[in-house]
């Protein structure tokens, strides 16, 4: 389910300057105009403080929304008015100052059929004049004024608290100036990740239900007998395969752990285990928990000591019970091949 959080631009203080420190998103409307980009989420970048609308007119209004997955941060603003004066009393450097006064009257047009490649281009033009013309100006308000410009012209929103960037989630900043739209994909850092690992795992059969016969006590009298009991130490073997989940903020560190979950077959039955484990380094590993699996057990009308009159196998004596749990220990290898695989010679 997305948020969206509304920004609406009116007329704000501009500033002329360069530079994107590591709070801010900065997005040059001529380079994509009118289009959709994708891009992940700057590396270091923790919260947004301000947004940077490059080569944007100053005199028209531009509408920007952010949109994420989540929870809504607090309505954009933007605290200040436009104080921009670009005109020179000065005529010196006659060319400079003709193309930067064309570039500032762009800048200020209030003409919605005007479009901020247009912004782009004037002030390339600029540059291409100032390479030209620059040895030969020495009014310094007319330089200092160019290179402000030739830095780039943006508008800065301050956002009122940081946007706090955070792990699985991504980010839509929508800008909007009439009918003309740019968004921005943010698309954020995963969470976590599962791994996949092959495993062995082992469950006591002192744990699952005892086993019986009949033993025959005269010609036509059989009585149902317990079998000597397994021990804890006995063990039953079934290779496995697991899937664990790592947090990333962790993924660097030699020991992680976290619950798995791991599916495996033996020749009697299928197994599913649920469990708690450590890895060292992704490669070894070892989980404990509860496996579920199938387990004979004595039919229920049967029991114990009672006598029969007929002979019967064990598999007429007993019956599957169907998943059972049962505790195991198992041992985990993240391995590039399957190891349980059987190769051809």
């Given at each position: 389910m997305k948020k969206i959080v509304f920004l609406l631009l009116l007329v704000a203080r501009l500033t002329i300057g360069y530079g994107q420190?590591?709070?801010?998103?900065?997005?040059?409307?001529?380079?994509?105009?009118?289009?959709?980009?994708?891009?992940?989420?700057?590396?270091?970048?923790?919260?947004?403080?301000?947004?940077?609308?490059?080569?944007?007119?100053l005199q028209q209004q531009y509408t920007v929304s952010i949109e994420e997955e989540?929870?809504?941060?607090?309505?954009?603003?933007?605290?200040?008015?436009?104080?921009?004066d670009l005109k020179t009393e000065k005529a010196s450097c006659p060319e400079i100052s003709n193309s930067w006064n064309q570039v500032t009257e762009l800048l200020n047009s209030t003409d919605v059929d005007k479009t901020e490649m247009e912004i782009s281009g004037s002030i390339k033009t600029l540059k291409a004049v100032w390479e030209q013309y620059k040895d030969?100006?020495?009014?310094?308000?007319?330089?200092?004024?160019?290179?402000?410009?030739?830095?780039?012209?943006?508008?800065?929103?301050?956002?009122?608290?940081?946007?706090?960037?955070?792990?699985?989630k991504n980010y839509k900043i929508i800008i909007s100036r009439g009918d003309v739209k740019w968004i921005c994909k943010l698309n954020g850092r995963k969470k976590g990740s599962w791994e996949f690992s092959y495993g062995f795992l082992f469950s006591p059969?002192?744990?699952?239900?005892?086993?019986?016969?009949?033993?025959?006590?005269?010609?036509?009298s059989y009585i149902i007998t317990p079998q000597r009991g397994y021990k804890a130490v006995d063990l039953r073997f079934t290779p496995m395969v697991f899937y664990n989940y790592f947090f990333e903020s962790k993924r660097n560190k030699n020991w992680n752990h976290s619950f798995n979950g791991g599916i495996g077959y033996n020749t009697e039955s299928a197994f599913v285990s649920l469990g708690y484990g450590g890895t060292y380094n992704h490669n070894i590993g070892f989980s404990t928990g509860i496996v579920f699996y199938?387990?004979?057990?004595?039919?229920?009308?049967?029991?114990?000591?009672?006598?029969?009159?007929?002979?019967?196998?064990?598999?007429?004596?007993?019956?599957?019970?169907f998943f059972r749990p049962n505790f195991y220990v198992a041992f985990m290898l993240r391995l590039g091949k399957n190891p349980f695989e059987k190769t051809e010679e």
């Open positions: 420190n590591d709070e801010s998103i900065s997005m040059d409307l001529a380079q994509f105009y009118d289009k959709e980009i994708s891009i992940p989420i700057p590396a270091g970048l923790q919260r947004i403080d301000k947004i940077i609308l490059i080569n944007a007119f989540v929870i809504v941060p607090p309505p954009l603003s933007l605290i200040g008015e436009i104080d921009m030969d100006c020495s009014d310094p308000a007319i330089t200092g004024a160019v290179l402000e410009i030739l830095n780039g012209p943006h508008r800065e929103v301050a956002l009122p608290v940081p946007l706090k960037i955070e792990s699985g059969k002192g744990f699952e239900p005892s086993r019986y016969y009949l033993n025959q006590t005269d010609a036509e199938e387990q004979e057990q004595l039919m229920g009308h049967y029991h114990a000591g009672k006598v029969l009159t007929t002979n019967l196998e064990p598999n007429q004596l007993h019956e599957k019970a």
